[in-house]
Structures are given as C-alpha cells and as structure tokens.
C-alpha cells in the first residue's frame, strides 16, 4: 500500500510541477514580445538541430531503440 501512495503522490507531484510551468510560460509569453520570446525559442531550437546533427545513431538507430519504426530510408 505504500509503494501505491508514493506513485499516486509522484503523480500528483509531477502535475502539480506541469501545471506551474503551463501557467509560468503561458504568462512569460503574455508579458513578453512576440520577437522577444521567439527569438529566445530560435536559439534553443537551432542549437536542438546543431546537436542533432553531431549525434551518433541514426533515426533508424534511435527509432528502434524507442520501439518504434522508421519510415524513411
């Protein structure tokens, strides 16, 4: 019974945290520019792709370690 409370109070916990940082973006981008805050999101982005393209496995690689199929050659 324990083992349940603990991942009934992870769960809470992890929606809790989600919830907050729905509702913390959702104000930054209220407070914020449009260009301000996609520029921001331009950088994380482009560096995401900068390291996609450094990483070792290929789609196919990393789909089939996720389980899951790749459709492109």
């Given amino acids: 019974m324990a ?5 009934v109070q992870l769960k809470q916990e992890n ?3 989600r919830m907050w940082y729905v509702e913390y ?3 930054y981008v209220n407070s914020h520019t449009d260009k301000e805050w996609s520029s921001q999101q331009k950088v994380i982005i482009n560096s ?6 450094h990483y070792r496995l290929t789609p196919k690689e990393y789909l089939s370690i996720k389980g899951e199929k790749c459709f492109r050659d």
């Fill in 3 to 7: 083992k349940t409370n603990t991942i």
């Fill in 25 to 27: 973006w959702a104000n």
């Fill in 48 to 53: 995401q792709l900068q390291n996609a393209k």
């Fill in 15 to 17: 929606d809790n945290e």
